[in-house]
């Protein structure tokens, strides 16, 4: 049974939330405890781990909670409210990206006694349990951005103060602290296995692209000459990747008005290892300035500039390519989609890589990548392996979609939730846990 809302309510007097219930009050977060904003250091300050203290930053805010992969210590003097405490909270006040600022995390256990950076600000508070929550809320995220400018993306003490928020008696903050720590605890743990299961396909992705281009499984092997794919079936070729494309050559003029409306592929189009195109623009709309290449449909698109990103498409339309990019044309006796494959495959990736880190800015050029020696399988054997993969990576990407789809529900479930219990309009005080499936049903 989905649980109730309280027997009576009272309108809240503020214009973005109609009422609470007639029991609760509205106050300003000031009235509630202080806002620090945090420490300025010099980088000259920054020092080893075993020199310093910690400085946490809005980096170290990831999904909620509190993460020390990636930490900074200095050496200065640090005021003494600026040393964390057990159940602050953190938040990130300032960020170039918008979408980050409001962040929040709970200060706990190894963060303690740690310190925290000018670009974040720590609410300190007895009532943090509760206002946990709150922070984690759309009724924070909301009142928030009303306050960030087109020009500044950062949320001021003084905006923080100003933040009005329902607070009901304290026992009842307990009872819905509890309720949401048991509660999104739990969709946390299903969110997490989910996120297992879509990192377990893509590992299946790549070990069957693998499995496939190299002609593993297939017996009666003979050496290849590659560390990068030692072995491969004995009556297929090894040879230099000159032999199975043609590389365009000749940039269209970047001032010629023809090409204005025709679609530009950059690297930022192109999803890192599975060929996805994620969007067009045409080379209008990216103002494009640098030279560019022609590419025709049937055309792979791949880019030269940190190869161990894996970003290499199909063109199934005549289109444009930056200069971070080469066309590439098969030649006779290539099926493009097994070329595709195999460029998407680690070990043709790391060939790649490593050949590019011979130069100051990993790059791999022309005579390089020409250079490189491939597999190359008769040309009906090409196809045959296209059509398998082409088969089961949609049989994963569709799977791994829908796992994706399933996490992203389940956290607007849970920001649903959190954004339910903190302003009243469902009463957790009689709940029992096996109604939680059912709450937003």
């Known amino acids: 049974m989905k649980p109730a809302g309280y027997s009576v309510y009272r309108s809240s007097g503020l214009d973005w939330m109609k009422e609470i219930p007639a029991h609760w009050e509205v106050k300003k977060l000031r009235y509630l405890g202080d806002a620090?904003?945090?420490?300025?250091?010099?980088?000259?300050?920054?020092?080893?781990?075993?020199?310093?203290?910690?400085?946490?930053?809005?980096?170290?805010?990831?999904?909620?909670?509190?993460?020390?992969?990636?930490?900074?210590?200095?050496?200065?003097?640090?005021?003494?409210?600026?040393?964390?405490?057990?159940?602050?909270?953190?938040?990130?006040?300032?960020?170039?990206?918008?979408?980050?600022?409001?962040?929040?995390?709970?200060?706990?256990?190894?963060?303690?006694?740690?310190?925290?950076?000018?670009?974040?600000?720590?609410?300190?508070?007895?009532?943090?349990?509760?206002?946990?929550?709150?922070?984690?809320?759309?009724?924070?995220?909301?009142?928030?951005?009303?306050?960030?400018?087109?020009?500044?993306?950062?949320?001021?003490?003084?905006?923080?103060?100003?933040?009005?928020?329902?607070?009901?008696?304290?026992?009842?903050?307990?009872?819905?602290?509890?309720?949401?720590?048991?509660?999104?605890?739990?969709?946390?743990?299903?969110?997490?296995?989910?996120?297992?299961?879509?990192?377990?396909?893509?590992?299946?992705?790549?070990?069957?692209?693998?499995?496939?281009?190299?002609?593993?499984?297939?017996?009666?092997?003979?050496?290849?000459?590659?560390?990068?794919?030692?072995?491969v079936p004995a009556h297929w070729d090894v040879v230099a990747f000159r032999r199975c494309v043609t590389?365009?050559?000749?940039?269209?003029?970047?001032?010629?008005?023809?090409?204005?409306?025709?679609?530009?592929?950059?690297?930022?189009?192109?999803?890192?290892?599975?060929?996805?195109?994620?969007?067009?623009?045409?080379?209008?709309?990216?103002?494009?300035?640098?030279?560019?290449?022609?590419?025709r449909a049937g055309d792979l698109i791949y880019s030269k500039i940190r190869p161990a990103l894996n970003k290499v498409c199909l063109a199934t339309f005549d289109c444009l390519c930056s200069a971070d990019m080469y066309a590439l044309s098969p030649k006779e006796g290539m099926s493009v989609e097994y070329l595709l494959y195999l460029m998407l495959s680690r070990p043709f990736v790391q060939l790649v890589a490593d050949e590019s880190m011979r130069v100051a800015m990993p790059k791999v050029n022309r005579p390089t990548l020409l250079s490189i020696r491939i597999p190359r399988p008769p040309l009906s054997e090409q196809e045959q392996i296209a059509a398998r993969l082409r088969d089961e990576l949609g049989r994963l990407a569709t799977l791994s979609q829908k796992t994706k789809l399933s996490i992203e529900k389940l956290r607007e479930y849970r920001s649903a939730l959190i954004s339910a219990a903190v302003t009243g309009q469902i009463d957790v005080r009689t709940h029992h846990p096996q109604e939680a499936a059912v709450l937003c049903q």
């Open 36 to 231: 620090l904003i945090g420490l300025t250091y010099d980088p000259a300050d920054v020092v080893s781990e075993d020199q310093g203290t910690l400085v946490l930053r809005s980096s170290n805010i990831q999904n909620g909670r509190i993460t020390l992969d990636d930490n900074v210590y200095v050496s200065t003097k640090i005021p003494a409210e600026l040393i964390s405490r057990d159940n602050d909270i953190l938040i990130c006040s300032r960020n170039g990206s918008r979408a980050l600022v409001g962040k929040t995390a709970k200060i706990e256990g190894p963060a303690v006694g740690s310190s925290f950076g000018a670009f974040t600000t720590v609410f300190r508070s007895e009532l943090n349990d509760f206002l946990y929550y709150v922070f984690n809320s759309q009724l924070f995220t909301f009142q928030a951005g009303r306050f960030m400018t087109t020009t500044i993306n950062q949320i001021t003490t003084g905006t923080l103060k100003d933040l009005e928020v329902p607070v009901p008696p304290v026992q009842e903050q307990r009872a819905i602290a509890d309720f949401l720590a048991r509660e999104t605890g739990r969709i946390d743990e299903l969110v997490r296995a989910k996120e297992n299961l879509v990192l377990a396909l893509d590992d299946r992705r790549v070990s069957t692209i693998a499995e496939q281009v190299f002609g593993e499984r297939l017996g009666h092997y003979r050496d290849s000459g590659s560390r990068y794919f030692p072995n």
């Open 247 to 295: 590389i365009s050559e000749g940039q269209v003029d970047p001032e010629d008005p023809t090409y204005k409306d025709v679609v530009l592929i950059a690297p930022n189009h192109i999803e890192s290892g599975t060929g996805r195109i994620l969007s067009t623009e045409t080379a209008d709309e990216q103002a494009a300035i640098s030279g560019k290449y022609r590419v």
